[in-house]
């Protein structure tokens, strides 16, 4: 929808996703938000790249193509594999997504404040070392809620934060433009 809201509802024990997997970003640094509009039940939020393959049961971060955060239950999902990370999200929070395919590195933020270890210290990142191979998109699962989704196409609540080197993220709606050059 245009306003970028993702409502699912509640079902016995499945998980809807969705993913942009046509975009394939390769290279640069990238970012979108989500809004916690109602409270998401088991969300599992990130980026994923080739090769994900979501159903009912395997969501976000549930395999080795993709990375996720967790404001439920406060994990970081990874190839099925979960660690304590953040604090819980609350209606209103805005949740960032920063994907430095320049370093291999990947991080979350919430309302502008970048993670590290669940709280804001600065710049590191939740996952480092992953894999520049197969094209990288945001991707997106829960069991059930309702979330505002910004990809860039309009101004963000937290614009992303500035780089040691300077190198700015983009807004994936512009990974047409970025991608190109």
């Known amino acids: 929808a245009s306003n970028g ?7 016995d024990d499945v998980f809807a996703t969705v993913a942009l997997p046509d975009l394939r970003l390769s290279c640069g640094r990238w970012y979108y938000e989500v809004t916690i509009v109602e409270e998401p039940v088991f969300p599992q939020l990130g ?12 969501g976000v971060g549930d395999d ?14 990874h190839g099925g ?25 990947m991080n979350f933020s919430v309302n502008g404040d970048v993670l590290v270890s669940g709280v804001p210290e600065g710049f ?29 196409d309009h101004d ?3 614009p992303p934060p500035d780089t040691d080197d300077g190198a700015p993220f983009h807004a994936v709606a512009l990974s047409e433009v970025h ?3």
């Open 179 to 181: 991608q190109a050059g």
């Open 47 to 58: 980026w994923a790249r080739e090769g994900f393959s979501p159903d009912g049961q395997i």
């Open 156 to 158: 963000f609540e937290y």
């Open 81 to 105: 594999h979960h660690s304590d990370f953040g604090e819980p999200w609350e209606p209103g929070d805005v949740v960032g997504f920063l994907l430095d395919l320049v370093n291999f590195e």
């Open 5 to 11: 809201l993702w409502r699912v509802w509640d079902a």
């Open 64 to 77: 080795a193509a993709s990375y996720a955060i967790d404001g439920d239950r406060c994990k970081l999902w």
């Open 124 to 152: 590191e990142y939740a996952f480092a070392g992953v894999s520049g191979d197969g094209g990288w998109f945001p991707a997106l699962t829960m069991k059930s809620g309702l979330l505002r989704v910004n990809f860039g």
